[in-house]
C-alpha cells in the first residue's frame, strides 16, 4: 500500500445537537478532528498506509484523539507526545439562510507549542510516497511555519510528492503574514489545492469574475486562477474546487483540475447540505487518492468531487466512504434511490 504522511492539528470539536445555536446549548456533542487528520482518516478509508503526524498532550484529552484515529486505521505512531492542552474549536451548524459558525480555542495548543526537536522528518519519511499539509498548520504560530520548511525541504530531497490545501482562515493569520510564509513553503509543493476563495486570500489572485456571494461561479475566471497559480510555482498540478452556495442547506459542488497544459471540469452536483465541514478535506483526500489509482485526471478529479459530495451529506468531519461507494456515485445519476 501506498503510505502517505499528513502533518497538522487534531482537536477537540464541540458542537450543539441538532441545529441549536450556541446560546440555546444545554449539552454538546464531542468529537476529534481537524483538517490533517480529516484527509488520513478518507486515506485509510479507502485502503493507503494513511500516517498522521502531529503533538498532543500525554493526558486522557490526547489518548482518545489518538483512538479516534486509530479506530478509522490511521497510523498514529509518529505522533509526538507533551505540551499542555488540546487544541478545542466549537461548531455552530448553520441552515438555510443563517450560515455555520467556528470558534477557536486552540492557543497554546500542543502542537503550536511543538519545536523543531519533535519531529525526526528522515525518519516520518522512510518508504513514503506522498505528504499532505494544509495551510493552517504554518499559521497556528511561526515554530509550525518553520517546521513545515522543514518537513518540505526533507520531502523533496526524497523525491516525495508533496500537496498543500490553501485552507486560509483570518482567525488564525493576517493575509500578509500568510503571503510571506505560504509563498516560501509553496515553492516546495507538487499539488496545490484551493476553494474559490484562498488564492484571492494567500496570494492576491482574484478571479475576474468571481463572486462567491452570488451563487454562480464563472469556470473560466478560475482556470485561470489556477494558470497563474502555476506560472508562479510551477506546480504539477492546481485545484481549485468550486462552492456555489445557494444557501447554508443547498450548495452547487464542483472543482476543475489544471495539470500545467489542459483544464479539467468535474460534474456539478447540487447537494442539499447535512454538514459540510470537511467538505474541503474530503476533496484533498480523494483527489490524492485519485492521482495515485488513476491514469486519467479527469477520473482522479471526478473521484474527488464526488467523494466530497458525499461527505457533506455524512455528519461530522470525516467522510466515511468507501472506495466503491464514490465510484457508484461517479458512474450514476446521484438520484440517491434506496439501495436493495
Request: proline share 1%.
Amino acid at each position: 500500500m501506498k503510505k502517505i504522511v499528513t502533518f497538522g492539528e487534531i482537536m477537540m470539536k464541540f458542537s450543539p445537537l441538532f441545529y441549536k445555536r450556541f446560546l440555546q446549548a444545554d449539552a454538546m456533542n464531542v468529537e476529534y478532528a481537524g483538517a490533517e487528520a480529516n484527509v488520513a482518516v478518507s486515506l485509510a478509508n479507502y485502503g493507503l498506509n494513511s500516517i498522521f503526524v502531529s503533538k498532543l498532550p500525554d493526558n486522557d484529552f490526547g489518548d482518545a484523539a489518538i483512538n479516534t484515529l486509530r479506530h478509522y486505521g490511521v497510523d498514529t505512531s509518529k505522533v509526538a507526545r507533551g505540551g499542555d492542552r488540546i487544541g478545542i474549536y466549537f461548531a455552530e451548524k448553520g441552515a438555510s439562510q443563517r450560515p455555520s459558525k467556528v470558534i477557536y480555542d486552540r492557543k497554546g495548543s500542543a502542537i503550536a507549542c511543538a519545536t523543531q526537536i519533535d519531529f525526526d522528518w528522515d525518519a516520518i519519511f522512510e518508504g513514503v510516497e506522498w505528504f499532505h499539509w494544509t495551510g493552517i498548520t504554518p499559521a497556528l504560530c511561526d515554530s509550525l511555519a518553520t517546521i513545515c520548511l522543514d518537513a518540505c525541504k526533507v520531502a523533496k530531497a526524497k523525491g516525495i510528492t508533496i500537496s498543500c490545501d490553501l485552507n486560509y482562515r483570518k482567525k488564525l493569520w493576517s493575509r500578509e503574514r500568510a503571503k510571506e510564509v505560504m509563498t516560501k513553503l509553496c515553492h516546495y509543493v507538487d499539488v496545490c489545492i484551493a476553494n474559490e476563495e484562498d488564492s484571492a486570500d494567500v496570494f492576491g489572485i482574484k478571479a475576474d469574475n468571481g463572486d462567491v456571494n452570488s451563487g454562480v461561479l464563472d469556470e473560466q475566471s478560475y482556470a485561470s486562477v489556477a494558470r497563474q497559480l502555476n506560472e508562479k510555482f510551477d506546480f504539477k498540478k492546481v485545484a481549485i474546487t468550486l462552492r456555489e452556495s445557494i444557501s447554508a442547506s443547498d450548495n452547487n459542488w464542483s472543482a476543475i483540475l489544471f495539470d500545467g497544459q489542459r483544464v479539467y471540469t468535474s460534474r456539478k452536483y447540487t447537494i442539499h447540505i447535512v454538514d459540510r465541514i470537511g467538505g474541503g478535506d474530503s476533496f484533498g483526500a480523494g483527489l490524492i487518492y485519485g492521482l495515485t489509482k488513476y491514469d486519467e485526471p479527469q477520473k482522479a478529479l471526478e473521484f474527488a468531487v464526488a467523494a466530497s459530495c458525499l461527505k457533506q451529506t455524512i455528519e461530522g468531519d470525516f467522510n466515511m466512504v468507501s472506495v466503491a461507494e464514490v465510484e457508484s456515485l461517479m458512474n450514476s445519476t446521484g438520484s440517491g434511490r434506496i439501495i436493495r
